[in-house]
């Protein structure tokens, strides 16, 4: 029962729309709508996704209503900094940088770190899908692509490794594709996606470089709200809890759109 409730609380708050106004009861929670299945639209432009649930249930959590703001990854933190939105559920890793800026609460998922390669370089260098990433980073000369103050620039860069960086998602993408990067370091669902885009001129390398530790992202010295994120985080592993609830709607999707997981593959560390 207590699951069914929580599965229609989410369906509820998705159908909620957006306040115009300032109410301080409206929870304002920054995410960055054009990453399926975790942040997106559905056919009608409304919010959908793994990280809009993960939103609409901590309103229920809270007691407020939920406003989600379709902010630029890029722009989120300072959106936060600003007061233009309360807290960000954004897939948004942990970093000591971020940390400088932000308060994060605890980790609740964890994002694999896993690799688009182009097929030619794959071949060249006898990598398959199920090589690993030691015999990747043994490669000389391999040209990395990957996003500005994302860990798809930073994780390379800590390895020593030059990266050329991407004004966004597609392009690094289409740079792996089209053989003018050999590989990109990105989660799961947007190096599957890519790979799906161009079957024939890439692979997708499934060893992870780093389980990166996702939090929820709120102004710093906002204790009060972090406190009440943390305590809501720390039930989602109750029997019944939010992970239950996520995995009966989600683990379907994910099957279909990785190949090979479920959301354990992003609850494991």
Do not use: H
């Not at 390398?205 to 943390?230: C, H, Y």
């Amino acid at each position: 029962m207590k699951k069914i409730l929580l599965i229609l609380t989410i369906t509820i708050g998705a159908l909620i729309l957006s306040s115009c106004g300032r109410d301080s009861n409206i929870l304002r929670v920054g995410m960055d709508l054009k990453y399926p299945p975790f942040e997106t639209v559905d056919t009608s432009n409304n919010p959908e996704g793994i990280s809009v649930d993960i939103a609409y249930a901590l309103g229920e959590y809270l007691g407020r209503e939920v406003e989600i703001v379709n902010t630029d990854f890029g722009s989120i933190i300072p959106s936060i900094q600003s007061g233009e939105i309360d807290i960000a559920i954004a897939s948004m890793s942990i970093t000591d940088a971020r940390k400088e800026v932000v308060d994060f609460s605890d980790p609740y998922f964890y994002f694999k770190i896993i690799t688009l390669v182009n097929q030619d370089f794959a071949t060249t260098n006898n990598l398959d899908q199920d090589s690993t990433v030691e015999e990747l980073l043994a490669i000389e000369g391999t040209r990395y692509t990957g996003i500005a103050s994302q860990v798809s620039s930073s994780i390379p860069q800590s390895y020593g490794k030059e990266v050329t960086e991407a004004t966004d998602l597609g392009t690094a993408v289409e740079s792996v594709a089209q053989g003018t990067a050999d590989v990109l370091l990105m989660s799961a669902n947007p190096v599957v996606d890519g790979y799906k885009a161009n079957p024939t001129t890439t692979m997708v390398m499934w060893d992870p470089f780093v389980a990166s530790p996702i939090g929820m992202a709120v102004r710093k010295g906002n204790t009060e709200l972090l406190e009440q994120v943390n305590a809501f985080i720390a039930t989602f592993s109750e029997p019944d809890g939010l992970y239950d609830v996520l995995a009966e709607k989600w683990d379907d999707i994910l099957l279909d759109r990785l190949g090979r997981y479920g959301l354990d593959f992003y609850i494991n560390e």
